[in-house]
């Protein structure tokens, strides 16, 4: 379904991949939506000054320069949206209603090595919610509760939404006596890629004693499906105010997930995000039997990322990789499409002195909102049946001054019609994405 581009890490899907996008897409707009979400768009370059200020990704901006004269800034194609979108509130804040829920699905460019569901173009669908000075903490469970939604109405494995909460981790290193909270931040948020020996010796090369290292790993073992997480924690005997904050928020957020959607969410105290602006929820996303492919939705809370020097814009939001899952599902052979074209019906063309009589079947059809085409030749019927099986068109419609009449080339049955009152089944009036029946394949 996806063509290799010559250029690497710049995806181009075959008109069936295209479809999925489509579905996932339309799906997450519908439910941003029926939450209430407004859509933006911010432009897609942004002052390098103002991206590098936030996070560790100054060697994965693309600059952008003018080929003739010189630059009147030194600008750069944004990493993702959530930095944009920040500034565009400072910028508009007197002509925006507070709090803010906005939702956001555009492209942006990462200059990261290409490999298996990371890419340099790629398509984000955020959802943020803003506040003026203080924003409540119940919106942290609500991105939860909004993306698990979306996954349960596409056709794909379940998901499970993992939490932490930043004031958690820092509130730990903290309670160890750590000096270097960032360094360790980096550190753990490298655990699934390159393991618990790895990050150990990274952690004391960052100056902790091994007992501090040790400490921060068990605390990164901890999963719990509830908050019996909270106890887990205590029982390390680490005390700080900070992580007791962090404990009572995170347990608030997954006990709100769990009473809208049991299950879909897991503390996951080794989540960290890399990203500096966060500052309390977290949340990484992990598609049930696929999790070797890593996270498919991502964000969290930031209180302090947008801000005038006298008002603060607290926020909280969480982004789908859309381009990330629609490489999952694709790849792995998880979905199936009915057809790669819109089309329901292929109307015939007798001969081209009739293609009028074609035409006037389309119109009615298309008026009536079912999807159609005329053949482009007058061929023997045999042909115009074979292109239609080729695009996977499963009605065939045969105008005819005795009386029209329409085929399902899959069955071969033809039967009498009127293009003001026939109608396809649903199930064939738009191409449909499903669950593919024979995929079975877990993590490898």
Partial sequence: MAVKASLSGFPEWLPDGRLVELQVLDTARRVFELHGFTSLETRSVEPIDVLLRKGEIDKEVYAVHRLHGDDDGRLALHFDLTVPFARYI????????????????????RGERPQEGRFREFTQADIDIIDVDHLAGHHDAEMAIIMAEVFASLPMPPTIICLNNRKVLEGFYRGLGVDDIPAVLRAIDK??????????????????????????????????????????????GVSDPLLDQGLAELAEVIRAVNRDHPGAALVDLHVARGLDYYTGTVYETQVVGFEDFGSICSGGRYDSLASDGRTTYPGVGISLGVTRLVALLLGRDLVEVSRPVPSAVLVAVVDEGSREASDGVAHQLRARGIPCEVAARADKFGKQIKYADRRRIPFVWFPDPAGDTVKDIRSGEQVGADATTWTPPDTDLRPRVVAATDSDEGAS
């Fill in 191 to 236: 655990l699934d890629k390159i393991g618990r020996e790895k990050v150990m010796a990274l952690l004391v090369e960052a100056g902790l004693r091994p007992d501090q290292a040790t400490a921060c790993l068990d605390l990164a073992d901890i999963r719990a499906a509830d908050d019996s997480f909270v106890e887990r924690v205590r029982a390390l």
């Fill in 90 to 109: 400072v910028e508009n804040a007197g002509q925006l209603a507070f709090p803010l829920r906005r939702y956001q699905i555009q492209k942006v460019w």
